[in-house]
């Protein structure tokens, strides 16, 4: 009897890019761009995207620190070297972050003045607050 295929999800992985003053604007059409770049070239798509809020300056609203987009790649390391070069192409700042994970590990390339510093372990935060006691 044929064993039924095993299911292997698409690798996963999202982009941050930092939210620089006056470039608002530019993060829809990067959005569609990245997608039909990776689209066109069979290894992935963008499944989502938005907005991560920073932390609240005293007495305002949280500003937006950075974007978000969400992207599906058929095969990992593939996928990040397209997005670095589409990203490239797209002129993103520096602080721009591929977000991913390796036998469980969470991992990012940084783009740095210096250009993508590969395969680096992703910083990791304590949980504060009432919720961290749990």
């Known amino acids: 009897m044929?064993?039924?295929p095993v299911f292997e999800p698409a690798p996963f992985v999202y982009v941050k890019i930092p939210m620089v003053r006056g470039t608002e604007g530019l993060y829809p059409a990067r959005d569609e761009v990245l997608d039909q770049k990776i689209r066109e070239m069979g290894i992935g798509s963008v499944v989502g995207w938005?907005?991560?809020l920073g932390e609240r300056p005293l007495?305002?609203?949280r500003p937006v620190a950075f974007h978000r987009i969400d992207v599906e790649v058929s095969n990992l390391d593939q996928g990040r070297a397209a997005?670095?070069?589409i990203l490239d192409s797209l002129g993103v700042p520096v602080g721009t972050e591929i977000n991913f994970s390796r036998e469980g590990v969470k991992v990012q390339d940084v783009y740095s003045p210096a250009g993508w510093l590969l395969?680096?372990?992703?910083?990791?935060f304590a949980a504060v607050g009432p919720k961290a006691q749990l």
């Open 119 to 124: 395969d680096q372990l992703a910083p990791t």
């Open 83 to 85: 997005l670095r070069d």
């Open 59 to 61: 007495g305002c609203s």
């Open 50 to 52: 938005g907005d991560s």
């Open 2 to 4: 044929a064993q039924p």
